[in-house]
């Protein structure tokens, strides 16, 4: 799992979650910490231009007030919709 630094405490939780790593007291990061803490933000980046696309639909920014049965089918068209756009589909 990728997070953000927002979720710093979630290592506990899930032992295969990715945070960056942040600068200790009174010493800087080394590069190979800011290369890590780069590349981290290059995964991330894209997972959160899609889900701001998503969000556009409404599908994910506001309350469903459909059935919940019809969700996810209404999910995977407004993704595969997402694809098409990007010519992926």
């Not at 780069?38 to 995964?43: T, V």
């Not at 993704?79 to 992926?88: D, I, P, Q, S």
């Given at each position: 799992m990728l997070a953000d630094s927002g979720y710093q405490g979630l290592s506990k939780?899930?032992?295969?979650?990715?945070?960056?790593?942040k600068k200790p007291r009174?010493?800087?990061?080394?590069?190979?910490q800011k290369q890590s803490n780069?590349?981290?933000?290059?995964?991330r980046v894209?997972?959160?231009?899609v889900i701001r696309s998503l969000k556009i639909f409404r599908i994910l920014a506001e309350r469903y007030?459909?059935?919940r049965k019809r969700?996810?089918?209404r999910f995977n068209l407004i993704?595969?919709?997402?694809?098409?756009?990007?010519?992926?589909g």
């Open positions: 939780l899930h032992a295969k979650s990715q945070t960056p790593q009174q010493a800087q990061l080394t590069e190979a780069r590349e981290l933000a290059r995964r894209v997972v959160e231009h007030r459909n059935r969700f996810s089918l993704a595969g919709l997402h694809n098409y756009e990007l010519g992926l």
